[in-house]
């Protein structure tokens, strides 16, 4: 193979981003049921508990997202007596310090409401999903996160079908009035909906974390018992405890699993950031129209042009490679066919680098 070289001046050199959107739905019937819980994995440590949209023993599982919960030290939720006391303190510790952040003294903020880290109310006690970057991507799409659980009391036929103690939840207008005060990017309020497709506005119920893929949710939001589901008898207490009330009579692990029998339906759309180099590869009528290549020759004859030393002289580009100011190759452009290129022509070859 032969090469010409030529140095790409910055006027060849432009680039793109561009923003790719997935519709990420994930069904209650997998979340709570539907493979009898062989699709969550429970751990020794019971901090949290994740879920696959498969028995997660098989190869063709995928994993969808981490449940855990905890409290702020020095709560109304914190005792010394409650179960897995210092593991619940620490996960809230844990996820503050990452998305919120320390105040000026040095010490992790708790969540605020409002997301202003002001005097007002805070989310002192929390449940903390934690969506796989397989689904999230790069980030969530800002106004596109909805969430449909019960807060109501049901019975497990009910739960597929009286839906009275239904409720959503969405990031409703977090497209031009998202947060960005949080060490982990940007993120939106959480509201209740008065209607599938409206917000009352009335009061936040937690915080959805667009590229850290992680959604907050207080526990108010599960005041009321929840739902008896056929596949929770490893978890007996749901059915007469609030979610909410199982993080001081419960562990981690069943505070995730009341969450995951309440659940109903969840959506959103993930983005992919795609960045691209664009390079104009510029061959002007009177270069790139000979080859070094020796078969270009024979007996100091260019064997293109058919023994007519009058025709012009011919080359066929079959491919462009992208090379570092010392020379090293760095990327190969292969052309579909080879192209023509002789004095009576131009030739301008885009490539273009994804990453």
């Known amino acids: 193979m032969a090469n010409s070289f030529k140095t790409l001046l910055p006027e060849d050199v432009a680039t793109t981003r561009t923003l790719l959107h997935e519709a990420i739905p994930v069904t209650g019937t997998i979340v709570s049921g ?9 751990f020794s440590h019971g901090m949290f508990t994740s879920v696959f949209d498969y028995p997660f023993l098989s190869s063709s599982a995928n994993h969808i997202f981490d449940i855990t919960a905890g409290y702020l030290d020095g709560s109304s939720f914190q005792s010394t007596t409650n179960v897995q006391d210092s593991k619940k303190i620490n996960i809230y510790n844990q996820m503050a310090q990452v998305l919120v952040g320390y105040d000026t003294t040095g010490e992790i903020q708790a969540f605020d409401i409002d997301g202003d880290h002001g005097s007002g109310a805070k989310m002192d006690s929390c449940f903390f999903i934690n969506f796989a970057r397989l689904l999230s991507k790069d980030e969530i799409k800002k106004e596109s996160f909805r969430f449909q659980l019960y807060t109501s009391t049901a ?3 009910s739960v597929s079908g009286d839906r009275s103690g239904l409720k959503t939840i969405g990031d409703y207008r977090a497209q031009t009035e998202y947060l960005t005060n949080s060490p982990a990017g940007e993120y939106g309020l ?3 909906a008065s209607t599938t497709a409206e917000e009352d506005g009335s009061s936040v119920i937690g915080h959805i974390y667009y590229q850290a893929g992680i959604a907050v949710l207080t526990s108010s939001v599960f005041t009321a018992a929840m739902p008896t589901m056929t596949t929770a008898s490893v978890m007996s207490a749901i059915n007469t405890s609030s979610a909410e009330d199982l993080l001081v009579s419960g562990t981690i692990d069943e505070c995730a699993n009341a969450v995951r029998y309440a659940y109903f339906d ?11 180099t664009i390079y104009f590869c510029r061959a002007n009528n009177t270069e790139f129209n000979y080859s070094s290549n020796p078969t270009y020759v024979s007996s100091s004859e260019i064997v293109v042009k058919g023994n007519n030393p009058l025709a012009n002289p011919v080359s066929y580009i079959t491919s462009v490679g992208l090379y570092s100011p010392d020379n090293e190759l760095l990327a190969v452009a292969k052309l579909s066919e080879p192209l023509k290129k002789s004095p009576s022509n131009e030739i301008t070859l885009r490539v273009r680098m994804d990453y």
């Open 34 to 42: 539907t493979y009898q819980d062989e699709n969550i994995k429970y």
């Open 155 to 157: 019975d497990g036929s």
């Open 190 to 192: 959480l509201y209740t």
């Open 266 to 276: 969840l959506d959103y759309n993930n983005t992919t950031e795609l960045n691209s």
